[in-house]
């Protein structure tokens, strides 16, 4: 039985593009990890990364996550730092395991995975290959096809082969034409939430296409466009030792009115909705659990994940679009949602993840579980 409450640092925010969304999916962390008996086995303390990189303590923390909103320069105690990470604020290194909620580049890619790793300190989620690899778009298209999972035809371009030639150019142009047809989707490698991603039906507009994403990466994929649904499948790592402990949850789908979804579409209120179990078949849904888990072992990803599929309807056809490592967290999000829908609510969750915290390969010994 262990001696005291485990203290866990929750850490979120983050030098990214989704840092106002994971301030959001620690709001829903931090009321798991205090809910129930999870509130006598934890003592949690909140660690804030700001746009910038730079952490701060407890009181900054919790002063973010009651706003709800990201610090501003100014709101901030102490003097402008260079921004990065400059050491720890007061506290963390007492911290036993660390649960990031971060989304996106600086926290779901590798980076902070490998912090905690030379610490020693075990953390949530996946290790620095998993991250790394599922962060990555081509890197996770190439694992995937590796491990010989259906994806849709894609190719992958540097971001420097648009300053070859105007006939290098050309040529470049007309070989993904020739590969992927129109309409197809160029994105860059290393984003999230749709940022920097377009849909082409003409040769201007991948063009332009390319153009856009390569001014955020210099690694881009570009795939031929299907017409299809949009299923979604949750996985936790249980620390149950059975196998690998990978589980997949029920299925959830993503509806929209628009012709893709993209930013706008994703973060505005009422422009989307989810379906929870999607309406698919036994056989499907059966499939698509499975091929979660698979997506998992192909990229080495662990603790927890959200794999998203493209499934048409008319063929029968289920691609593995990508998947997610550090998936959303918010109370309106699909992961917590679809295991919720699994019999799994949000503070037996958060308690699983805990658990199954590994990424030093120590294990923790938390009250209530046998060692
Ligand atoms: N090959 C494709 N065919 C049809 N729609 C696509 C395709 N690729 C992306 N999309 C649309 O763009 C959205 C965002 O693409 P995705 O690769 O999931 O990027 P992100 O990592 O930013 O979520 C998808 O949810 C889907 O609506
Ligand atoms: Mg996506």
New binding site residues.
């Given amino acids: 039985m262990a001696p005291h409450p485990t203290r866990v640092g929750l850490v979120f925010g983050g030098a990214s593009g989704e840092h106002a969304v994971s301030i959001r999916s620690a709001q829903t962390v931090l009321r798991g990890l205090r809910s129930g008996a999870n509130g006598e086995r934890y003592q949690v303390s909140c660690f804030y990364i700001d746009r910038r990189g730079g952490w701060w303590p407890e009181a900054v923390a919790t002063a973010v996550l009651e706003r709800g909103l990201p610090a501003e320069a100014g709101d901030l105690p102490g003097p402008e730092e260079p921004g990065g990470f400059r050491g720890f604020p007061d506290g963390a290194l007492e911290m036993e395991v660390w649960f990031p909620v971060l989304h996106g580049p600086n926290g779901e890619d590798g980076t902070i995975q490998g912090l905690f790793t030379l610490m020693g300190v075990p953390f949530v989620g996946s290790g620095v290959l998993g991250s790394a690899l599922g962060m990555d778009?081509q890197a996770m298209k190439a694992a995937f096809a590796a491990a010989g999972l259906p994806q849709?035809p894609y190719a992958c371009v540097e971001a420097s082969e648009l300053d070859a030639s105007p006939g290098d150019r050309e040529a470049l142009l007309e070989r993904l034409e020739s590969q992927l047809g129109y309409p197809?989707?160029i994105?860059p490698a290393n984003?999230?939430?749709?940022?920097g991603?377009s849909?082409a039906g003409d040769r201007a507009a991948l063009l332009a296409g390319l153009e856009l994403a390569a001014g955020l990466d210099r690694r881009l994929v570009v795939?031929?466009?299907?017409?299809?649904r949009?299923l979604e499948c949750a996985v936790l790592q249980r620390a149950d030792g059975q196998g690998d402990g990978l589980r997949s949850s029920v299925l959830g789908e993503?509806r929209f009115d628009a012709d893709?979804?993209?930013y706008e579409t994703k973060y505005s209120e009422g422009l989307s909705h989810t379906v929870i179990p999607a309406v698919v078949s036994e056989a499907v849904s059966a499939r698509a659990r499975a091929m979660a888990l698979d997506a998992c072992r192909a990229v080495a990803a662990g603790g927890l994940a959200r794999v998203?599929f493209?499934y048409d309807e008319a063929t029968g056809s289920l691609w593995l679009?990508?998947i997610?490592t550090l998936p959303g967290f918010t109370s309106q999000s699909m992961y917590p949602m679809l295991w919720e829908a699994s019999g799994c609510p949000l503070p037996d969750l958060v308690h699983e993840l805990v658990l199954g915290a590994g990424g030093s390969g120590q294990r923790l010994n938390v009250e209530g579980t046998a060692p």
Avoid at 191 to 195: E, F, L, N, Q, R
Avoid at 223 to 228: F, S
């Fill in positions: 778009k849709v197809c989707f994105k984003m999230g939430s749709s940022v991603i849909k795939e031929q466009g299907v017409k299809a949009e993503i893709w979804y993209d998203d493209f679009n990508e997610n």
